[in-house]
């Protein structure tokens, strides 16, 4: 949730920061101007509250001077007019509630405010790379999707999925079942030394922890409900571990704070009908290794890099190619100030379902920087021993990565012509010497 304070103090930056996320020009001005409107009601609340205090203060000192000297029919009459101001200040105080709800119910459904080093841009086209790394491997054959490699295996089992759960879920099994095991392990031993401490996160939230981290009320359809009750099944680690300080004040020194969550995600995929049906790319149940930190405003973006820099040494340790991109304005997430995306190389899929030969990039991590709009609304502040005042800390998180996505990108980058695939040297530690799956 966006500073209230600073939008009336610069409409202008405002107005331009909500252009450049794709919102109507005549919306970002409407939006502005009724933020001022209600700043403005809230002011001459607390003014008039303030002045009818201290005229209650005073006729409280003429009562006891008034009572001192006989004058009790005086008095009487200013205790009276006391109560009477009484009444208004609290009307008054009730009127700055109800006018902070209103700043509330506006800021909750505006996105977070670009960073000045985002490039502007309308849509995923207008993304630049960043960096590439790795060189596509030459194949011998046409290389083929993952979905083909693993259902020619025996081990993926799209079918007997949808017959017990629906569509876009599906079975592991056997040597898949252990790579997706192995993948998982590895990435948390490669961040650990990074500084990441483990958490294992509860998989229910409620709406309170989802409205915290900014996916209540924007993304209220696109998550798991349980039926009766106030449990949502988290779309993310980042969720829960996120909330890990809600409503607490952190010691200045104890940060960065560094977390690392390995959890299922549940997303209903509400919108993607139609994109993505095969395979394991957008499914309604994954895993995911996520990365999750707690900065100073001063160092959140440093932070930043660096978390991208983690997420990217998992792919260089797998030898997977892959390319780093910044996202622009118009395709940056509601909670984000400033994110990269990290697109692997899968040699046998397409994104243009007219592709005349396989061979695409896809997201494998998304790394953002929220500054203080997570944790405004969660209350997560910090304070320094010299400090007499708090602040709110920044909050950031990584996918370190997609496990299930990381496990297509093996199949596909570590497929054989005969069928089988080859295990990354450094995850066969985890597949107990397993080499090649079959």
Same mark, same amino acid.
């Given at each position: 949730?966006?500073?209230?304070?600073?939008?009336? !103090?610069?409409?202008?930056?405002?107005? !331009?920061?909500?252009?450049?996320?794709?919102?109507?020009?005549?919306?970002?001005?409407?939006?502005?101007?009724?933020?001022?409107?209600?700043?403005?009601?809230?002011?001459?609340?607390?003014?008039?509250?303030?002045?009818? !205090?201290?005229?209650?203060? %005073?006729?409280?000192?003429?009562?006891?001077?008034?009572?001192?000297?006989? %004058?009790?029919?005086?008095?009487?009459?200013?205790? %009276?007019? /006391?109560?009477?101001?009484?009444?208004?200040?609290?009307?008054?105080?009730?009127?700055?509630?109800?006018?902070?709800?209103?700043?509330?119910?506006?800021?909750?459904?505006?996105?977070?405010?670009?960073?000045?080093?985002?490039?502007?841009?309308?849509?995923?086209?207008?993304?630049?790379?960043?960096?590439?790394? /790795?060189?596509?491997?030459?194949?011998?054959?046409?290389?083929?999707?993952?979905?083909?490699?693993?259902?020619?295996?025996?081990?993926?089992? &799209?079918?007997?999925?949808?017959?017990?759960?629906?569509?876009?879920?599906?079975?592991?099994?056997?040597?898949?079942?252990?790579?997706?095991?192995?993948?998982?392990?590895?990435?948390?031993?490669?961040?650990?030394? !990074?500084?990441?401490?483990?958490?294992?996160?509860?998989?229910?939230?409620?709406?309170?922890?989802?409205? /915290?981290?900014?996916?209540?009320?924007?993304?209220?359809?696109?998550?798991?409900? =349980?039926?009766?009750?106030?449990?949502?099944?988290?779309?993310?680690?980042?969720?829960?571990?996120?909330?890990?300080?809600?409503?607490?004040?952190?010691?200045?020194?104890?940060?960065?704070?560094?977390?690392?969550? &390995?959890?299922?995600?549940?997303?209903?995929?509400?919108?993607?009908?139609?994109?993505?049906?095969?395979?394991?790319?957008?499914?309604?149940?994954?895993?995911?290794?996520?990365?999750?930190? &707690?900065?100073?405003?001063?160092?959140?973006?440093?932070?930043?890099?660096?978390?991208?820099?983690?997420?990217?040494?998992?792919?260089?340790?797998?030898?997977?190619?892959?390319?780093?991109?910044?996202?622009?304005?118009?395709?940056?997430?509601?909670?984000?100030?400033?994110?990269?995306?990290?697109? =692997?190389?899968?040699?046998?899929?397409?994104?243009?379902?007219?592709?005349?030969?396989?061979?695409?990039?896809?997201?494998?991590?998304?790394?953002?920087?929220?500054?203080?709009?997570?944790?405004?609304?969660?209350?997560?502040?910090?304070?320094?021993?010299?400090?007499?005042?708090?602040?709110?800390?920044?909050?950031?998180?990584?996918?370190?990565?997609?496990?299930?996505?990381?496990?297509?990108?093996?199949?596909?980058?570590?497929? %054989?012509?005969?069928?089988?695939?080859?295990?990354?040297?450094?995850?066969?530690?985890?597949?107990?010497?397993?080499?090649?799956?079959?």
């Amino acid at each position: 949730m966006l500073d209230w304070r600073r939008i009336v !103090k610069d409409e202008e930056t405002f107005v !331009k920061a909500l252009e450049s996320r794709g919102i109507d020009s005549t919306k970002a001005k409407e939006t502005s101007q009724k933020i001022v409107e209600v700043s403005k009601k809230r002011s001459e609340a607390l003014a008039k509250a303030d002045q009818l !205090k201290a005229e209650r203060n %005073q006729s409280s000192q003429s009562v006891s001077q008034m009572m001192k000297s006989g %004058q009790k029919a005086e008095a009487q009459a200013l205790i %009276q007019k /006391g109560k009477e101001l009484g009444t208004e200040i609290e009307r008054l105080e009730v009127a700055v509630t109800v006018v902070e709800s209103e700043f509330t119910q506006i800021l909750e459904l505006i996105p977070n405010i670009p960073d000045v080093s985002v490039p502007l841009g309308k849509s995923e086209k207008d993304n630049p790379v960043v960096r590439t790394w /790795g060189e596509p491997r030459k194949f011998a054959f046409v290389p083929r999707s993952h979905d083909v490699v693993g259902e020619n295996l025996g081990l993926l089992d &799209f079918d007997r999925a949808a017959k017990i759960s629906g569509a876009r879920f599906a079975f592991l099994r056997g040597g898949l079942a252990q790579l997706e095991r192995a993948l998982a392990s590895f990435m948390l031993d490669l961040h650990r030394p !990074k500084g990441y401490q483990e958490i294992n996160p509860p998989y229910l939230v409620s709406a309170e922890t989802m409205y /915290g981290m900014g996916q209540f009320p924007k993304f209220k359809e696109d998550v798991f409900a =349980v039926a009766g009750q106030d449990k949502y099944l988290i779309p993310t680690a980042e969720v829960p571990v996120t909330s890990l300080f809600r409503d607490e004040i952190l010691p200045e020194e104890d940060l960065p704070l560094k977390f690392m969550a &390995f959890s299922p995600c549940f997303r209903s995929e509400a919108g993607s009908y139609g994109r993505d049906t095969k395979g394991l790319i957008r499914q309604h149940q994954f895993h995911k290794v996520e990365l999750v930190k &707690f900065t100073s405003p001063e160092t959140s973006l440093a932070e930043l890099e660096s978390m991208v820099a983690d997420a990217e040494l998992v792919l260089k340790k797998l030898e997977i190619p892959f390319r780093t991109i910044h996202l622009c304005t118009g395709d940056m997430g509601f909670n984000s100030r400033k994110t990269y995306d990290i697109e =692997v190389w899968l040699p046998g899929s397409v994104v243009d379902a007219d592709a005349k030969t396989p061979g695409c990039y896809r997201e494998i991590s998304s790394c953002s920087d929220c500054g203080d709009f997570q944790a405004r609304r969660a209350q997560i502040r910090f304070k320094g021993k010299a400090s007499k005042s708090t602040q709110y800390v920044h909050t950031l998180n990584g996918s370190g990565l997609a496990v299930g996505r990381t496990l297509v990108a093996v199949l596909e980058n570590y497929q %054989q012509e005969d069928g089988s695939v080859v295990v990354p040297e450094v995850l066969r530690p985890y597949m107990g010497g397993l080499d090649v799956i079959r």
